[in-house]
């Protein structure tokens, strides 16, 4: 599975903006950008993308930013991927012979890639701000 930077960028800034859902305040790009090392030009045009998919909603002004308009229980991993990737297409084969043996191999390819959607669909960000502060509290001790 290749996961692409911009579409990284996109999981964390919707994570981030997941963990804020219940705030009043938008979240400033410029925060989001220097919290996570992400360059700010490429953040904004992703978060216009995340906008026009009807994602999330931006503030103008000095106290402007952005916040998630559905519910983290109610977006999917799935979801924020495909607005940066477009829909899941599966797994197109490199070799142009029609054989028993590529058709085989299409056919395992296509099921790992519904095995690969079926995981991205069933993850929320919910679960994901979940996980996150789990791992936040493990402490370890020598």
């Known amino acids: 599975m290749n996961i692409s930077a911009k579409t990284e960028y996109a999981c964390i800034a919707m994570l981030e903006l997941a963990a804020h859902f219940r705030s009043k305040d938008p979240v400033r790009v410029r925060d989001l950008a220097e919290t996570h090392d992400i360059p700010a030009r490429f953040l904004v045009q992703i978060l216009l993308q995340m906008k026009a998919a009807g994602l999330v909603a931006s503030t103008r002004g000095a106290a402007g930013g952005y916040q998630l308009i559905r519910d983290p229980e109610q977006l999917r991993l799935a979801d924020v991927m495909a607005v940066i ?3 899941a297409v599966g797994a197109p084969m490199n070799v142009s012979a029609d054989t028993p043996i590529t058709r085989i191999l299409q056919s395992t390819w296509w099921e790992a ?5 079926q995981v991205l669909s069933a993850v929320t960000f919910a679960d994901l701000l979940e996980h ?9 001790y020598i």
């Open 132 to 140: 996150s502060r789990d791992a936040g509290e493990l402490m370890y």
């Open 85 to 87: 990737e477009g829909p």
């Open 113 to 117: 890639a519904d095995a690969q959607q």
